[in-house]
């Protein structure tokens, strides 16, 4: 089992910038894809990132793309997503996430086995 912990979130004026960390303890960080989703306040969890444990590759949802980064740090046992040209849109609070499937269907929350808390972004006008 892993635990994963959020931290980073907090408030920013429309266009700029935050960094969310989600750190991992447990069995190897290594054997799992990261995802990252968000909550809105009335609405649904959405996929926001993720990343494949096995090439790196990355995958993303329409509303974050070019703003949005997620990368990992196998050495440190943390995921990140950076955010850019934050838009009050982008308000939520965000989750981390981990799947250890070999398969990866990465905008599929049901696939993830582990969750953290969450972090709260709010984005001001």
């Known amino acids: 089992q892993v635990q994963l912990v959020e931290s980073g979130g907090g408030l920013v004026q429309a266009g700029g910038s935050l960094r969310l960390s989600c750190a991992a303890s447990g069995p190897t960080f290594n054997d799992y894809h990261m995802g990252w989703f968000r909550q809105a306040p009335g609405k649904e969890r959405e996929f926001v990132a993720a990343i494949n444990r096995r090439n790196g590759n990355t995958y993303y949802a329409d509303p974050v793309k070019g703003r949005f980064t997620i990368s990992k740090d196998n050495t440190k046992n943390t995921v990140y997503l950076q955010m850019n040209s934050l838009k009050p849109e982008d308000t939520a609070v965000y989750y981390c996430?981990?799947?250890?499937?070999?398969?990866?269907?990465?905008?599929?929350?049901?696939?993830?086995?582990?969750w953290g808390q969450g972090t709260q972004v709010t984005v001001s006008e």
């Open positions: 996430a981990a799947d250890q499937a070999a398969y990866f269907n990465p905008g599929r929350s049901s696939r993830y086995d582990y």
